[in-house]
């Protein structure tokens, strides 16, 4: 599932290709559980609308339109955003089997359920999603989303002294703290696992047993890790590809999630998988406590 960085980066490399541009024409596939704006008003409110900004909230993209209204996008666990006639190997599927134009391939692959095009004809956007988790959602003026409003500060700026405030108050293991959106928004298992082996603890510890020291320096390495993860492209472990179609590098520098069996950087301690919330929590049983 794409998280914080996948999204972040998404939205740097989106940001200068779609702000200022009028759109011309929007086409949405049959009305689904993707929808949470049915399609057909998506269709008529969006056309001839000037896109203003692009920003993030936790792991969701708002698009700035004209006269205060917003487009929430969510990529879920397989959306994919990306500029039409994109090529990467994760597009594969019905889009790049198609020896048709990208407008002609967005129409006909069941999975783009969102298209949308531009009066200048430089290439449009493209919202592919093959198991319909993610959302697209026409907010109104000084409208918001009750997803929105459950989110905890952003976790690029994660202050150590607000999540051992957090920690004091909660029995659950860490690592599932770290994965409450109310706490901290954006961090998801990938960066959580990494994080916590950074900081040198165990995700299954109590929350009310890390001190206050470990909390700063989780905090720092949350920051850390999601950062390095934007600087190199995000993680392509399974659906996630940049709007350009390149994969992110993040994934080759993995140190625990994932790699159950395999020896740790640091000590050569086999890596340890545990279910924390039905959720692949993954360790170094030697380096982290």
Known sequence: ???????????????????????????????????????????????????????REGKYLLMGLGGGRRLL???????????????????????????????AAAERDPHTHLALDFEDGEPGLRFRDVRKFGKVRLL????????????????????????????????VPIKTLLLDQGVLAGVGNIYADEALFLAGIRPTRSARRVTREQCLELATQVKWVLERSIAIGGSSISDFIAPD???????????????????CSTCSTPIRRVLLGQRSSHFCPSCQK
């Open 245 to 263: 179609g390149q994969d992110g590098q993040f994934q080759n520098e993995r140190r625990v999630y994932a790699r159950t069996g395999e020896a």
């Open 73 to 103: 996008l969510h990529l879920g666990m397989t959306g994919q955003l990306f500029i039409a006639g994109s090529s990467s190997p994760r597009l594969v599927r019905r889009i790049d089997r198609y020896e048709f134009s990208p407008k």
């Open 140 to 171: 109104g003026p000084g409208e918001n989303d009750a997803r929105l409003d459950k989110l905890g500060p952003d976790a690029l700026t994660a202050d150590g002294e607000l999540l051992y405030a957090q920690a004091r108050r909660r029995r």
């Open 1 to 55: 599932m794409p998280e914080l960085p996948e999204v972040e980066v998404t939205r740097r490399m989106l940001a200068p290709r779609l702000v200022g541009r009028r759109i011309s024409e929007v086409r949405c596939g049959p009305p689904s559980y993707f929808f949470l704006t049915p399609p057909r008003r998506l269709e008529q409110s969006l056309q001839g609308e000037s896109i203003e900004a692009l920003e």
